[in-house]
C-alpha cells in the first residue's frame, strides 16, 4: 500500500465511522484532502478493493471498510490523540455527573443507616444539589408524644415535606453536632421537638445531616449515631 493509499484508505474509515454511508470518489474531493482527479481516487480505491481493505455492498455504490480495512487503519494509521480535547470535554461533563448520582447514592444510603440505627427521623442534604432526604417518620410516628397529640405529629409531616430545605438552610452549622432543643422557635410546626445537626462534606461541598425527633430523645445516643454516620460519608 501507497501513501497515497493509505491516506484514501483512512480517510474513507474516517467518513464512514462519521455518517455510515458508502464513501465515493465525489465525497473524497469535496473534502478537500486529494488534489488528484476523481479517476485517480477510483482507481485506488480499486485497488484498495481488490486487497481486501475495502468492498462495494452494491453496483455505482461507494466504498465501505472491511474488517481487514480496520485492523490496519486501527494499527497504522489511527491518531487517538487528534480527538482527545473532545473526547475530554465529553468525559468530563459526564463524569460531573456520574459523581452527582454518587453523591446521591451516598447521602440516601447514609440517611437510610441512621434511620436504622435510631427511633426518629434522619435526614441530609445532598451537596450540588437541592435536594433532601428523610426516613423513619413511620417509626417516630409511633413515639407516645405523637400518638397522643395528632396535631403534633401532622406539624412533623408538613415541615418535612414542604419546610425542611428552608429550615436547614436558617439554622447554624459546622462539624460538630449542634443542638435545637424544643424547636427554639424554629418553626411552630415542631416546637415540642428537637434537632440534632452537622455539616459534612462531599468533594468539597458541603451538606448537613440531621436527627428530628420529639424532645423526648435520647441525645446522648443520637450524637454519637449522628457523628459516625456524617464521618463516613466524609471517608
Do not use: W
Amino acid at each position: 500500500m501507497n501513501t497515497r493509499q493509505a491516506k484514501l484508505l483512512a480517510a474513507i474509515i474516517d467518513q464512514f465511522i462519521e455518517t455510515a454511508l458508502p464513501v465515493g470518489s465525489k465525497r473524497l474531493l469535496e473534502m478537500g484532502t486529494f488534489t488528484v482527479s476523481s479517476a485517480t481516487i477510483r482507481n485506488e480505491m480499486s485497488t484498495l478493493e481488490d486487497e481486501g481493505f475495502l468492498e462495494q455492498p452494491h453496483i455505482s455504490a461507494g466504498r465501505i471498510p472491511t474488517a481487514k480495512g480496520y485492523r490496519t487503519y486501527v494499527k497504522e494509521f489511527m491518531e487517538p490523540g487528534t480527538h482527545e480535547l473532545k473526547v475530554r470535554k465529553h468525559f468530563e461533563s459526564l463524569k460531573e455527573q456520574y459523581f452527582q448520582r454518587k453523591d446521591q447514592e451516598r447521602v440516601y444510603e447514609a440517611v437510610a443507616l441512621l434511620s436504622q440505627m435510631i427511633p426518629n427521623i434522619a435526614f441530609a442534604t445532598v451537596p450540588h444539589k437541592e435536594r433532601v432526604y428523610y426516613m423513619g417518620l413511620a417509626n417516630t410516628l409511633r413515639q407516645p408524644e405523637f400518638q397522643i397529640n395528632p396535631l403534633m405529629a401532622t406539624g412533623v409531616v408538613e415541615v418535612l415535606e414542604h419546610r425542611l430545605t428552608d429550615l436547614i438552610d436558617h439554622i447554624k452549622t459546622d462539624d460538630k453536632v449542634r443542638y435545637y432543643i424544643g424547636g427554639e422557635d424554629l418553626l411552630p410546626q415542631i416546637h415540642s421537638c428537637s434537632m440534632l445537626v452537622m455539616r459534612f462534606s462531599l468533594r468539597g461541598e458541603d451538606g448537613v445531616m440531621g436527627i428530628l425527633g420529639p424532645m423526648r430523645m435520647d441525645y446522648a445516643y443520637n450524637t454519637v449515631a449522628l457523628e459516625l454516620v456524617a464521618d463516613l460519608l466524609r471517608s
